[in-house]
Each structure stands twice: as structure tokens, then as C-alpha cells.
């Protein structure tokens, strides 16, 4: 899926686009789900930001996986 193709995949078109910021937004959703099940703060973000911070991430290496991208996006969130 989407996921597991390379962020510059994902920016390629605007069918794209909207297929990975779903994908995200049910990645992201995961991740909270999984952090407050096991003890652990989530990050608060609105949606428009986890998208904003997903795209900071890609457009430093747009070679890595979307998968990547998020869970590095999601990690720098949960620091500040």
C-alpha cells in the first residue's frame, strides 16, 4: 500500500496525495492507540499538523518509506 511506498511516491500526485494523508491519519490513529495502551503520553496534535510534520520529515529524504516518515514525525511530536 501507500505506506510502503517512498514519500516522493506519495507527493507525486493529488489522487496520491489524499490516498496517504487517509493512510496517515489511520497510521497516526494507530500509533496513539498503541502508546496509551502501553502507559505511554500521545502526542497532541490537530490532524492539519500531523500531515504538515509528515511532509517536514519527507522533504528531508523523500526516499524513505511514508511508513517511516510518519512513525519519525510522530516520535519528534512526542519530544516536544
Not at 10 to 22: D, K, N
Not at 34 to 52: F, L, N
Amino acid at each position: 500500500g501507500i505506506g510502503g511506498m517512498s514519500c516522493a511516491h506519495w507527493q507525486s500526485t493529488q489522487a496520491l496525495r489524499l490516498e496517504g494523508t487517509i493512510w496517515i491519519y489511520g497510521f497516526w490513529t494507530g500509533l496513539n492507540y498503541v502508546a496509551v495502551a502501553s502507559g505511554q503520553m500521545e502526542p497532541k496534535v490537530d490532524t492539519a499538523a500531523v500531515v504538515v510534520e509528515v511532509k517536514k520529515t519527507c522533504a528531508q529524504r523523500p526516499s524513505q518509506v511514508l511508513a517511516s516518515a510518519v512513525w519519525t514525525a510522530y516520535l519528534d511530536l512526542n519530544k516536544r
